[in-house]
């Protein structure tokens, strides 16, 4: 009886690993793009800063 408890114990962290697991590769697609954006926004702000200056 031990070893049922203890496998299905195991089982079920093994499914809490892997359902975080999943949960943090999501959320990292789906801010990755959201810096990426915030990234090249600051990039265009620089330069426009810069042709303003040479003006």
Known sequence: MFDITFLF???I??????IIGILSIL???ITEPK???????KN????I?????EK
């Open 9 to 11: 114990i195991m089982a």
């Open 13 to 18: 962290a093994g499914g809490i690993v892997a």
């Open 27 to 29: 959320g990292r697609k």
């Open 35 to 41: 810096k990426e954006l915030q990234r090249k926004v």
């Open 44 to 47: 265009l702000e620089e330069e």
């Open 49 to 53: 800063r810069k042709l303003k200056n």
